[in-house]
């Protein structure tokens, strides 16, 4: 028995009694993103670090805004790739319509980053050199040692 939501079609094969849904598997119920602060300094891009240290996690830019892209699949996604909880869904699934969605296209991003190091070289290439701790802590007791 084939399952009819399998059979790839694009958006103007469509009838007019159809759904885009009927022949997705569920990619939009499979991660989430959210827009995090634009980092500007040496902290900025730290916390983006430690983001991508977590598995299944990518930062990326769209449109000159930071995103958090956390790759997991919703729990209410089921077996046939509905919604187990369509009538009382979350009020974000119930704005979110198939005109913009990624059904039939590829994810393009401005940048893309998949771990701690890839962000950490953008920093370094972007940001002036991070002073050391060690060399400010030291030039400060300077002064008191040769007192």
Aim: proline share 6%.
């Amino acid at each position: 028995m084939s399952n009819p939501r399998r059979k790839k079609v694009s958006r103007d094969q469509l009838k007019p009694s159809e759904c885009l849904c009927d022949y997705c598997t569920g990619k939009c119920c499979r991660y989430f993103s959210l827009p995090i602060d634009n980092p500007t300094d040496w902290d900025d891009f730290d916390a983006i670090r430690w983001y991508l240290a977590h598995e299944r996690t990518m930062v990326y830019v769209d449109k000159g805004q930071w995103y958090l892209l956390v790759m997991s699949r919703c729990k209410h996604l089921t077996g046939d790739y509905r919604c187990g909880i369509y009538l009382n869904r979350p009020k974000i699934c119930r704005e979110y319509t198939t005109v913009d969605c990624e059904y039939d296209g590829q994810w393009i991003f401005e940048r893309l980053f998949e771990s701690p190091e890839q962000i950490w070289e953008y920093a370094e290439a972007l940001l002036p050199p991070r002073r050391r701790l060690a060399a400010k802590a030291a030039s400060e007791l300077l002064p008191i040692v040769n007192s």
